[in-house]
């Protein structure tokens, strides 16, 4: 709870400003679409669903319904809150090792919120959480530099997809 997801998950998909904090009950989805990331060789933007998850642990029960058929997990933390760097062990357990995605599939966001004068040093993390792609927001000073790496994120979720399925089609094949 707290680290800006709803904030963040706003700016990337280009919808809405919220300007005061309400805490996220379950699950926000917002459907957007990226003209620069192309699923196919005519280069046609890709539709994306973002589901923006309430931190609260009263959702755990919702967590399944969230999980299934996603293709990729973004963990956003406050890396100024302590508690958040034991938490998202556990939303890395449930959300990316349990539903057997791969490292790859994760992105961690060290949010800092405006105002908190935090710098960007890495916080440390346990393993495995330091193998995961990590990187650093703040709307404040370079919101350009979050949207690049999501970008960059999206693009790799594509091409893990697009692998994955034509490896489908060729085991149907052979």
């Given at each position: 709870p707290q680290s800006g997801k709803t904030?963040?998950?706003?700016?990337?998909?280009?919808?809405?400003?919220?300007?005061?904090?309400?805490?996220t009950q379950g699950v926000r989805i917002l459907e957007f679409e990226n003209p620069h990331v192309a699923s196919n060789a005519?280069?046609?933007?890709?539709?994306?669903?973002?589901?923006?998850?309430?931190?609260?642990?009263?959702?755990?029960?919702?967590?399944?319904?969230?999980?299934?058929?996603?293709?990729?997990?973004?963990?956003?933390?406050n890396a100024d809150l302590p508690s958040h760097l034991k938490e998202i062990e556990m939303w890395y357990s449930c959300f990316v090792q349990q539903q057997l995605l791969q490292d790859t599939q994760c992105l961690l966001i060290a949010h800092h919120?405006?105002?908190?004068?935090?710098?960007?040093?890495?916080?440390?993390?346990?393993s495995p959480l330091n193998k995961l792609k990590l990187v650093h927001s703040?709307?404040?000073?370079?919101?350009?530099?979050?949207?690049?790496?999501?970008?960059?994120?999206?693009?790799?979720?594509?091409?893990?997809?697009?692998?994955?399925?034509?490896?489908?089609?060729?085991?149907?094949?052979t």
């Open positions: 904030v963040l998950a706003n700016f990337l998909t280009e919808s809405s400003d919220i300007t005061e904090y309400n805490p005519k280069g046609t933007g890709c539709e994306f669903e973002l589901w923006d998850c309430g931190g609260d642990p009263k959702f755990e029960s919702c967590w399944p319904a969230l999980m299934k058929d996603s293709h990729g997990v973004v963990i956003v933390f919120k405006p105002g908190s004068g935090s710098d960007k040093g890495s916080p440390s993390l346990s703040n709307l404040e000073d370079d919101p350009e530099e979050i949207r690049s790496e999501f970008l960059k994120y999206l693009k790799s979720i594509v091409n893990s997809v697009s692998e994955s399925r034509d490896r489908e089609e060729m085991s149907i094949i």
